[in-house]
Structure formats: structure tokens, C-alpha cells
């Protein structure tokens, strides 16, 4: 064989490889660009909903009206959509952490629910939600 007939078959594979590989990565930092834009927003949605709920339930525990029964069952009523939420924002997490990320989420839950803590469950809460945030810095 001719050597330039070699050097063009070398140059032609080459350049596929270069444009498939190419192709490949561009997809790839698409794909890692559509998940931190997906997470973030995800993340975002929960704090939102947790935020919201914890204020609306701050709004019941001081309502002096309501029996303790209709009061715990108001709790659990504000608390459904983030802890339902929590489900999809379990997808986005790392396998490690949603373990840890459902525990923590149902224990601010129930923190509310447990009037026999007093104002001392409010700095608990606090804690668990900065460990929430903690876990979703760590993935971003």
C-alpha cells in the first residue's frame, strides 16, 4: 500500500473518532447542565413548600381556639405537600443522602407536632433545615 493511502485512512478514522467523542462529551455537559438546572430548581420548590408550611403551622400552635386533636391535624394537613414533595426531590439526590434526607424531613415534621418541646423545638427545626440545605449544597 501506498503510504498516503495509509496516512488518509489513519486521518479519516481520527477525525471520526474526534467528531463522536466531540459528540459525545457536548451531550454529556448538556445532560450534567439540564440536571444541576432541574435540581435547583427542585430544591428550590421544597425549601419553599417547608418554609410555607412551618409558617402556617407557627399560625395554628398559636391559635387558642382549636382543640389539640383539630390543631395536630391541621399540622399533618400543612406538612402533606412537602412531605410529599419530598419524594420527587428524592430522585435528585444522591443514593447516600436520601436516606438521611427523608429522616430529616419527617423529623421537622413531627418536631412541630410534639408541643411538650416548647419554643426548644424551633432551634431543633433549625438545625434539621440547615442540615436539609447542607445535603442539597453537596449535590449541586
Known amino acids: 500500500m501506498d503510504i498516503k493511502l495509509?496516512?488518509?485512512i489513519v486521518a479519516g478514522l481520527f477525525s471520526l473518532l474526534g467528531a463522536f467523542s466531540g459528540a459525545f462529551f457536548a451531550r454529556r455537559a448538556q445532560y450534567e447542565k439540564w440536571l444541576l438546572e432541574n435540581r435547583s430548581e427542585v430544591y428550590a420548590k421544597f425549601l419553599?413548600?417547608?418554609h410555607k408550611s412551618r409558617e402556617e403551622v407557627t399560625d395554628i400552635l398559636f391559635e387558642q381556639?382549636?382543640?389539640e386533636l383539630?390543631?395536630?391535624i391541621k399540622i399533618t394537613e400543612k406538612y402533606s405537600r412537602p412531605l410529599n414533595y419530598?419524594?420527587?426531590v428524592r430522585l435528585y439526590l444522591p443514593k447516600k443522602e436520601r436516606t438521611r434526607f427523608q429522616?430529616?424531613?419527617n423529623e421537622v415534621w413531627a418536631l412541630h407536632t410534639d408541643r411538650n418541646l416548647g419554643d426548644s423545638r424551633l432551634l431543633t427545626m433549625d438545625k434539621k433545615l440547615d442540615e436539609i440545605q447542607e445535603i442539597f449544597e453537596s449535590s449541586l
Open 48 to 50: 419553599e413548600l417547608m
Open 86 to 88: 419530598a419524594k420527587v
Open 65 to 67: 381556639t382549636t382543640e
Open 103 to 105: 429522616k430529616l424531613t
Open 70 to 72: 383539630q390543631r395536630e
Open 6 to 8: 495509509i496516512v488518509a
